[in-house]
């Protein structure tokens, strides 16, 4: 791990909104028409954590997923997954959640009924890694062009110069 004495910082990484707006989203690439078959892993949104930095997403902390389907209902079947993905593919698993424990938009709103990361975890972008959010699919598809879609998560980040 990299070090340096440069202060830690907070940020939010999201996507609020359609997908098909640039200005929706923070995210490197979102995907707004993924599959819903069964089964199937397919990524949502991916973030290339820049040279430099390294990102730390705190075990406990709270977060918003509001995955929508098309037709405007949330998506309760699946499995929502926030990972690290490291150069080789293997990846860090931040989070691993049916989306049926996912409470409804309004109740996400009270941090209470938020979702949280089930472990402390690093990307580096000195080492080329990416975050990614995986939807494996229950049936349902994820509709990316939805306005009422609403991903928040947030970080520490620091700049490490490495």
């Known amino acids: 791990m990299p070090t340096n004495n440069a202060p830690v910082q907070t ?16 995210f490197t690439t979102v995907n707004t028409a993924p599959s819903g078959t069964a089964g199937a892993q397919t990524t949502i949104a991916e973030y290339q954590v820049p040279y430099g930095t390294s990102l730390r997403f705190d075990g406990g902390r709270g977060f918003e997923g509001v995955i929508i389907a098309n037709g405007g209902a949330q998506v309760v079947d699946g499995v929502f997954l926030l990972v690290v993905v490291r150069q080789d593919g293997s990846r860090k698993v931040i989070c691993r959640q049916p989306l049926a424990q996912f409470g409804s938009g309004d109740e996400q709103k009270d941090v209470n009924f938020q979702s949280s990361y089930q472990s402390t975890t690093y990307a580096y972008g000195g080492l080329g890694e990416t975050l990614q ?15 009422t879609t609403r991903i928040s998560l947030p970080y520490n980040y620091r700049i490490t110069g490495n």
Do not use: F, V
Request: glycine share 20%.
């Open 11 to 26: 940020s939010t990484l999201y996507w609020s909104g359609t997908g098909a707006t640039a200005t929706n989203y923070n």
């Open 133 to 147: 959010i995986i939807l494996e699919g229950g049936g349902t598809a994820m509709d990316g062009t939805e306005t």
